[in-house]
């Protein structure tokens, strides 16, 4: 079965930097994008951005262009999403999803909460 | 503020009825597909509806779907206290050149 699975909680200094990675299995990983989406508290969901493991091209939201760089690693199926300059409303938990159907997200990791305090 | 509007909450007795709406515009859901995902808090998000009206594997049937124009819907029927979590909808947005998602809706079962 498809699963997604992210690394551990990280807190984090304001203004520096936090990778998040995202261990696949259960299909063929570069076949399917990933996406990043995250969710302040008291907050929705908000899409980060995506990458392509099959070639590495990647689309990031205007919000945090120039602070976000994605990655992927094929030989061990993994995922990684940094955010530098981390700001006191990048806290928040950060998904994995990977890409389904007609633009949808058809599994997700489980969440990595990634706070930023002073 | 979100791209795509939901209303905040909504609610209904075991075996009601229920309507999530979700509105947009011609940039997103006018020209693209709707999809929704139920969030349960401290979990993981799960695909209930996409390209509009399809469901999953493994979603009932008691779960749908439905776009026009601008605007989509999330129709639970035969509610149940499982049901109770948050609701998302999202679709691609021509102009941001990415997905947008609603601001939520809490579904409460009463």
């Known amino acids: 079965q498809v699963q997604l699975l992210q690394s551990g909680a990280e807190v984090k200094k304001s203004g520096a930097s936090v990778k998040v990675s995202c261990k696949a299995s259960?299909?063929?990983?570069?076949?399917?994008?990933i996406n990043w989406v995250r969710q302040a508290p008291g907050h929705g969901l908000e899409w980060m951005g995506w990458?392509?493991?099959?070639?590495?091209?990647?689309n990031y939201a205007q919000k945090v262009q120039g602070r976000l760089t994605m990655t992927t690693d094929t030989s061990t199926s993994t995922a990684y999403m940094e955010l530098r300059s981390l700001r006191y409303d990048d806290t928040a938990v950060y998904y994995c999803?990977?890409?389904?159907?007609?633009?949808?997200?058809?599994?997700w990791g489980q969440g990595t909460l990634v706070t930023v305090s002073s | 503020q979100s791209v795509l509007t939901q209303p905040p909450s909504a609610s209904g007795t075991p075996g009601q009825w229920v309507t999530i709406s979700c509105s947009g515009s011609?940039?997103?859901?006018?020209?693209?597909?709707v999809n929704w995902y139920q969030h349960l808090p401290g979990t993981a998000p799960k695909l209930l509806i996409y390209?509009?009206?399809h469901r999953p594997s493994g979603v009932p049937d008691r779960v749908s779907g439905s776009k026009s124009g601008t605007s989509a819907s999330l129709a639970i029927s035969g509610l149940q206290s499982e049901d109770e979590a948050d609701y998302y909808c999202?679709?691609?947005?021509?102009?941001?050149?990415?997905?947008?998602f609603g601001g939520g809706t809490k579904l409460t079962v009463l």
């Open positions: 390209r509009n009206s």
């Open positions: 990458i392509s493991p099959y070639n590495g091209n990647t």
């Open positions: 999202a679709a691609w947005d021509d102009s941001l050149n990415g997905p947008v």
């Open positions: 011609t940039s997103n859901i006018g020209t693209n597909d």
């Open positions: 259960g299909y063929s990983f570069p076949n399917s994008g």
């Open positions: 999803a990977k890409d389904g159907p007609d633009s949808s997200f058809d599994y």
